[in-house]
């Protein structure tokens, strides 16, 4: 069982990663991501406008590029997951600081930037899927390691 478990979190983790580096790299490209207006108008409502929006765009970009590139090669996965979990709980702000760019005329009709966003649901539970797997198993080596393994200090004196 413990080998499907690692690859069911393999999936997971690079299918995050994947959709990361998809989502991320459309944004280097000018007028190529749907949600790029909508980025980068909370970016400017977040930073209060000293931020300039190209800048957000891109350091929103090379983030969201390297989330997925770290998710993927499986590099500092704790770390990474916590900054993906803090990203995508940001990406439900417009709920709030922008809701004519969600809901557009009706009040439960979502416009395509809403649905952008609450795809993120999904995003976000299976990042605490995999932080509840590695903390399992980070809890799991602790325990398993073996007190006859570790190896003794012994207190030395320093003769002068």
């Known amino acids: 069982m413990?080998?499907?478990e690692k690859i069911k979190t393999n999936i997971l983790?690079?299918?995050i990663g994947i959709v990361y580096?998809?989502?991320g790299f459309i944004k280097f490209i000018p007028n190529m991501s749907p949600a790029e207006d909508l980025a980068t108008n909370t970016i400017n409502l977040l930073t209060l406008g000293i931020l300039p929006s190209n800048l957000g765009l891109m350091t929103l970009a090379i983030g969201e590029t390297l989330i997925g590139l770290f998710l993927i090669l499986n590099w500092k996965p704790k770390i990474v997951i916590y900054i993906a979990i803090t990203h995508i709980i940001f990406t439900f702000t417009p709920l709030f600081l922008l809701?004519?760019?969600i809901f557009g005329k009706g009040e439960l009709i979502f416009t395509l930037a809403g649905q952008y966003?609450?795809?993120n649901i999904i995003i976000l539970s299976a990042l605490f899927s995999l932080k509840i797997d590695l903390d399992i198993k980070l809890k799991k080596s602790a325990l398993d390691t073996n007190p006859d393994?570790?190896?003794p200090i012994q207190n030395q004196q320093k003769q002068f």
């Open 149 to 151: 393994k570790l190896i």
């Open 13 to 15: 983790r690079i299918s």
């Open 2 to 4: 413990k080998k499907l």
């Open 99 to 101: 809701p004519e760019e």
């Open 21 to 23: 580096l998809i989502f």
């Open 117 to 119: 966003i609450f795809k």
